[in-house]
């Protein structure tokens, strides 16, 4: 069994920060791509920024230049810092990995159970 946790959302104000953290714990093998999406209401869910094992990124248009993602690998953590937050960003937040829970299986596609963001003055 596998579970994410995801922690730091709120509310901040427009130009405000916040940082997100998400912790993957469980029977983990190995984790390869972890990731951050977002769903608004009334909007489709969306990539926000996704890491490789590795550490090469990927960020969607709209946050790039606002947010960073990072993990470490030993605590088995993803992170978002969010800075120049806008309206816009107001969503909740989904933590995303992929995720072996045995040797040489595939992986299997994980989500966290989301935390709030609200950006409003």
């Known amino acids: 069994q596998v579970q994410l946790v995801e922690s730091g959302g709120g509310l901040v104000q427009p130009g405000g920060s916040l940082r997100l953290s998400c912790a993957a714990s469980?029977?983990?093998?190995?984790?390869?791509?972890m990731g951050w999406y977002r769903q608004a209401p009334g909007k489709q869910r969306e990539l926000v920024a996704a890491?490789?094992?590795?550490?090469?990124?990927n960020y969607a248009d709209s946050v790039k230049g606002r947010f960073t993602i990072s993990r470490d690998n030993a605590k088995n953590t993803v992170y978002l810092q969010m800075n120049s937050l806008k309206p816009e960003d107001t969503a909740v937040y989904y933590c995303?990995?992929?995720?072996?829970?045995?040797?040489?299986?595939?992986?299997?596609?994980?989500w966290g159970q989301g935390t709030q963001v609200t950006v409003s003055s």
């Open positions: 469980g029977s983990i093998f190995s984790i390869y791509i």
């Open positions: 890491i490789s094992s590795g550490g090469s990124t």
């Open positions: 995303n990995a992929l995720i072996t829970t045995v040797q040489a299986s595939p992986p299997d596609d994980y």
